[in-house]
Structure formats: structure tokens, C-alpha cells
């Protein structure tokens, strides 16, 4: 499996999580079942990481409206503020034009804090940051990140 879910924003993984959001595992069978399905026509690995993301999406309702687009790793998934708690926060520095997001891991609060202003998100991990600007873009902010 790779654990670098970055791999999901190719066409390819785009595709492989389309069809699993679409097909689930509800009637079609087990994840087992519908694994060595997708293995027919993806790469392993791909659909490893694209089955491990789907399962960190359906935990990650709980704290985002938009989980179903976003993509998490787990550190990142667990370590992240809630859009209420992020929208708390972001709300003491509405009046700012920049700010910093340092340790911006999936972009919880970066997507908060890009509602009204400019953020500059700065993570040790490239993958973080990578994942927060695809998360940032699917609340429409990317352009304030």
C-alpha cells in the first residue's frame, strides 16, 4: 500500500475514488469483495490507499461538512480542528489581511482562516501541505491559500 494518499489526486485515483464512493460496500459485497474487484482494474497499492482514504472520509464526518471530497491521512485526520472549533478560532483574526497557519497539517483551521483572509499554511510534512491546499480547494479557498 502506499501510504502517501497524494496519489489519489492523479486522474487515476480521482477515478478509483469516484467509483468507490459510488459504489460502496453496502449491497455490492463486502470491502474484501469489492478490493479484489477494483484490483482487476487499478494497481494494488492505489486501491489500497483509495479504500484506507474512503474509510478515513466516512470517520472524518464528524468534524467536516465536506469529508466525502477531502482527502486525510490518518495523523492528519486525528490532529485536525473541527470546522466549528477552526471557526472559533479563525474568528479572533478576521480583521488580519495575512496569516500564518504554521503546522497547518490537512487544513482544518487553514480553511477557517482562509474564509477571511490570506493564509500562508507551513507543515514539516509535504504531504500535509499538499492535502491541505486540495482541502482548501474544495471549500473554494484555494485562492486565499
Do not use: W
Request: with cysteine.
Amino acid at each position: 500500500m502506499n501510504d502517501d494518499p497524494t496519489v489519489l489526486l492523479t486522474p487515476q485515483g480521482e477515478e478509483l475514488l469516484s467509483r468507490l464512493a459510488a459504489e460502496g460496500t453496502g449491497q455490492q459485497g463486502t470491502s474484501l469483495a469489492l478490493a479484489e474487484r477494483l484490483r482487476r482494474e487499478y494497481p494494488a497499492g492505489l486501491v489500497a490507499t483509495a479504500m484506507a482514504q474512503q474509510e478515513l472520509r466516512r470517520g472524518a464526518e464528524a468534524k467536516f461538512s465536506r469529508a466525502a471530497q477531502m482527502l486525510f491521512t490518518r495523523a492528519g485526520y486525528e490532529q485536525s480542528s473541527s470546522e466549528a472549533i477552526a471557526a472559533y478560532r479563525a474568528d479572533r483574526l478576521k480583521d488580519a489581511r495575512r496569516v500564518a497557519d504554521l503546522c497547518c497539517g490537512i487544513g482544518g483551521d487553514l480553511i477557517a482562516l482562509a474564509a477571511a483572509s490570506d493564509v500562508l499554511g507551513v507543515d514539516k510534512d509535504e504531504t500535509h501541505t499538499r492535502l491541505a491546499q486540495h482541502n482548501a480547494a474544495v471549500y473554494g479557498r484555494a485562492d486565499h491559500v
